[in-house]
């Protein structure tokens, strides 16, 4: 076991893991940070997305250890306030989910592309968004929630 401070949406966290532990698994299972989900666990469906100093990361192939200095965010750091973000707003008002296992990825994949790119045509949110999967297959709607987070007036890509 190793121990390492992983600065978790804004907040220090001391951790106590083995190095090579996932920083999937150490969210999850140590910081009881659920919302990051584990879908192939091979860094292919992006369910895992988190982001890392506002960079879409796999957390399933990232060593937690490997982490430590970066800023990194989940799903759970998004909200503000009690507010949603922009994003998770128009994910919402677009009916962009069915069951939700991928939503999380979708939309911290959804979050980095408006900080980058703050209204993407429709080519480049699925140029974007390729290799995050919805086994739903609501992509229409997720492709509208990301051009509806493009217009929010507080800038999806702000938070």
Do not use: W
């Amino acid at each position: 076991m190793a121990d390492f401070v992983l600065k978790v949406n804004g907040a220090d966290m001391h951790v106590s893991a083995p190095p090579d532990e996932s920083l999937l698994f150490v969210l999850r299972d140590r910081l009881n940070l659920t919302g990051t989900k584990y879908g192939c666990g091979e860094g292919q469906c992006g369910a895992c997305t988190v982001l890392l100093d506002g960079q879409p990361a796999r957390s399933c192939i990232t060593p937690a250890s490997g982490a430590t200095g970066a800023n990194i965010t989940t799903i759970e750091g998004l909200e503000q306030n009690g507010q949603l973000s922009p994003v998770q707003q128009a994910f919402l008002e677009e009916g962009a989910f069915q069951c939700g296992y991928c939503t999380s990825g979708m939309v911290l994949s959804a979050t980095a592309l408006l900080r980058k790119t703050p209204h993407p045509t429709e080519e480049q949110i699925v140029a974007h968004m390729d290799g995050n999967i919805c086994r739903c297959g609501t992509y229409p709607r997720i492709i509208d929630a990301v051009k509806r987070a493009s217009q929010s007036p507080t800038k999806a890509g702000g938070q």
